[in-house]
């Protein structure tokens, strides 16, 4: 194992492994001062960086953070690594790396041409030594397209997974929640229930329901029940409507194993949608999510900061070709993300982690009660990531989250994120929110005190 | 979540649907003006944040607190964790679900004793829900246990505790059954939630997965009487099986109760 070295003024800065490099060169992060990893000083945690910065990429691919024989998603990144795709930036150090990719070599064919050349430690690295406008600016850069009934990511759109959660999973509470959102143009990306139980039966019940509404209105859209992995499959082998399979998973197998999953077990939540073949546009069936600090909960960290752990989430994520990923970046509470300031930064530092690893990003712009963060941090967070680029965000009445507790983005906030950096809804989303009267040729809300038809109709029951 | 009445403002375009509210506390049909969301709902929204955030920051009043438990308990003792104050606390959980030093000493003089249901009262994130809702949950849940018959420990009230603590001063009382009170995370519109929280043999080291947990408890979530039955259910249970936590709740879940999601789904009517 080697040594890490930067000399300021008198000082020596040691660092015994690229473990430890990279704990103190990541920006400051409550979860990483707990699990005592951090830097002591700030003056280290530049030093670090300019150690990181002088380090080459191909340090990556000889030295693992998480041992390669006791964890089998190193073993996923190593084993998968494309040395052939990597060739364009293999002579670079991280430091090098960082100019390479703000300069205009690297546009978006070259990025997508690289990302199976780079590992997660790589992008993690490059990441600490950026600001929040290189993290924009590449992010930008990186379009990942996924399909299933509509096209995700492409240039200039902005998609939402329309949340309509109710704290008992009720029908016609889920249904209001789901009419709200779709009268205010959200639902593209997905619409996906966290269920209150994970009881199969309730799941089975919920996907029907959501198939039987996505059928009868006509939507392009896909539909989701946010459970573990284990109760989906046995909710396909009942015969419930699955679209996507969802999973929260993390970057170290012993994470994954308190999530109760492994990579085997994704295969064959993949292969069981798969077999289903209900995408029209596409075949990209997994849904996940991520978290900066899921490893540090579960005791599974192994040293490694928080967000370097993140970006191994997204090589795990990579293996399945997703429709959706996205970091809940805020949802863990302050011993992670202490406050506005770093859930921001950590927002855009998995958009452009993921985005540089070929994943398609979104991000649930978020926050608890107990972090030091408030609507206008997100409003920040929202305006960067969608300058950023980021594929969707989360549409939620309100912005409260009834069932988990948490604020997220509200539908309104994806209608003002639209309407500031012109962005448009999926296209095969928006046609229909044209043909239902929905939203004006300008992709404009034009729902007024009349109702759509169709929906005026579905009213009339209640 | 109270429903509002917004006045008529011409910039401001209504929701017919808002009458949907009767089925769902969610803020739908909040209207618009533009495509953004207009002033009434935006400070009705700023309003609870701040009351969540006042609830989170709001320090345990211990005195009112040893006063009303003092009127139900035999003994009370109060026990601090090793969290010094609320930043650390938030910073630091590790130091939530451990007693600090003096607690240790007080709860010595216990040791040996020994009872069948020990009760923590702890702030949590949330000291208004204490404050508001154990007392009255407590007034269900002693006649119960009182009626099975087993032993209650002194009540331990803690400040900056996690749920975990129980743990520490259930093996201290040598406890079998372990009961914590805690105020929960709150949320935008529920600032006072009572969580209830049961470890069977609390011991420290035990897992979370070890525990049953009875969320939302507050006059307008989950009712005192059915949380302290369900409560009650779940220590008989216990007591029988000899654990709690996940192996325990699995027998407890019942089939779907949701029906086909048809019924009263207006988005599915069936003709």
């Known amino acids: ?462 | 979540m109270v429903d509002e009445v917004f006045p008529v403002d011409a910039s401001v375009i209504d929701n017919p649907w808002r009458k949907l509210r009767a089925y769902t506390d969610a803020r739908i049909g909040l209207g618009r003006a533009g495509g953004s969301l207009p002033t009434a709902p935006h400070l009705a929204f700023q309003l609870a944040h701040a009351q969540a955030r006042d609830a989170v920051h709001l320090p345990l009043d211990t005195e009112r607190m040893v006063k009303q438990l003092a009127m139900r308990f035999k003994r009370v003792v109060r026990l601090h964790s090793a969290a010094a104050e609320r930043s650390e606390y938030l910073r630091r959980p590790d130091l939530g679900r451990r007693l600090d030093d003096v607690s240790l000493k007080q709860l010595e003089s216990f040791a040996q004793q020994g009872c069948d249901v020990s009760i923590v009262v702890a702030d949590g994130l949330s000291a208004r829900a204490i404050h508001e809702n154990a007392a009255p949950f407590l007034d269900h849940l002693l006649p119960m246990i009182e009626r099975e018959n087993w032993s209650l420990g002194p009540c331990a009230l803690v400040e900056q505790a996690r749920v975990a603590i129980g743990d520490p001063i259930g093996e201290a009382l040598g406890a079998r059954l372990g009961i914590v009170l805690i105020g929960e995370r709150p949320g935008l519109s529920s600032p006072d939630s009572l969580g209830v929280y049961f470890t069977y043999a609390p011991r420290i080291g035990h897992r979370d997965s070890e525990r049953n947990c009875i969320s939302n408890v507050r006059p307008a979530g989950q009712s005192f009487e059915s949380a302290a039955r369900l409560l009650i259910y779940l220590l008989r249970e216990a007591d029988v099986r000899g654990v709690s936590g996940v192996q325990l709740k699995d027998d407890t879940v019942a089939t779907s109760e949701l029906g086909d999601g048809r019924q009263g789904n207006f988005l599915l009517p069936d003709n």
């Open chain 1, 1 to 462: 194992m080697s040594e890490y070295c930067t000399t300021i003024g008198s000082r020596l800065y040691r660092f015994s492994s690229l473990r430890e490099l990279m704990a103190c060169a990541t920006p400051q992060r409550s979860g990483d001062e707990l699990a005592g990893i951090a830097a002591r000083s700030a003056e280290e945690r530049v030093a670090a960086q300019m150690a990181l910065a002088d380090t080459p990429l191909k340090t990556f691919l000889n030295e693992a953070v998480v041992p390669y024989e006791a964890d089998e998603v190193t073993r996923l990144i190593i084993d998968r690594h494309d040395t052939q795709a990597f060739t364009p930036v293999a002579h670079l150090t991280v430091g090098e790396f960082r100019n390479w990719l703000l300069s205009d070599r690297a546009d978006n064919a070259a990025l997508e041409a690289l990302a199976p050349g780079l590992t997660p430690e790589m992008v993690a690295a490059v990441s600490k030594i950026m600001r929040l406008q290189d993290l924009v600016l590449v992010g930008q850069k990186c379009r990942v397209v996924t399909r299933f009934r509509n096209t995700i990511g492409l240039s200039g759109h902005l998609a939402t997974r329309l949340q309509p959660n109710h704290p008992t999973d009720n029908p016609t509470g889920i249904a209001a929640s789901i009419l709200d959102g779709l009268l205010y143009g959200n639902g593209d990306a997905v619409i996906g229930i966290n269920p209150a139980t994970d009881n199969t039966a309730s799941v089975v019940t919920l996907l029907t329901m959501l198939d039987e509404i996505i059928d009868r209105y006509e939507i392009p859209t896909q539909s989701c029940v946010l459970t573990h992995v284990t109760t989906a499959i046995e909710a396909i082998n009942r015969g419930a409507p699955t679209d996507l399979v969802f999973q929260s998973i993390s970057g170290t197998q012993a994470a994954n194993q308190g999530f109760g999953i492994d990579l085997a077990l994704l295969r064959e939540g993949n292969d069981a949608a798969q077999s289903l073949r209900r995408g029209t546009v596409g075949q990209n069936v997994m849904y996940f999510e991520t978290g900066q600090g899921s490893a540090l909960s579960a005791d599974a960290h192994h040293g490694v900061d928080q967000q370097t752990l993140e970006a191994r989430a997204y090589g795990v994520a990579r293996e399945f070709s997703p429709l959706l990923v996205n970091t809940v970046v805020g949802f863990i509470g302050p011993e992670y993300l202490f406050n506005g300031k770093q859930i921001i930064r950590a927002g855009l530092e998995d958009h452009f982690c993921g985005k540089l690893l070929g994943v398609p990003m979104g991000c649930d712009i978020c926050y608890t009660n107990h972090a030091e963060a408030d609507q206008d941090d997100m409003d920040v967070l929202l305006t960067l990531l969608g300058a950023a680029g980021c594929n969707y965000i989360m549409g939620i009445p309100g912005s409260d989250d009834i069932m988990l507790n948490y604020q997220t983005t509200s539908f309104h906030d994806a209608l003002y994120a639209r309407q500031v950096l012109k962005l448009r809804p999926a296209p095969e989303f928006e046609a229909w929110l044209a043909r239902m009267g929905i939203c004006d040729e300008t992709g404009r809300i034009s729902v007024d005190h009349e109702l759509p038809a169709s929906f005026r109709h579905a009213l009339a029951h209640v």
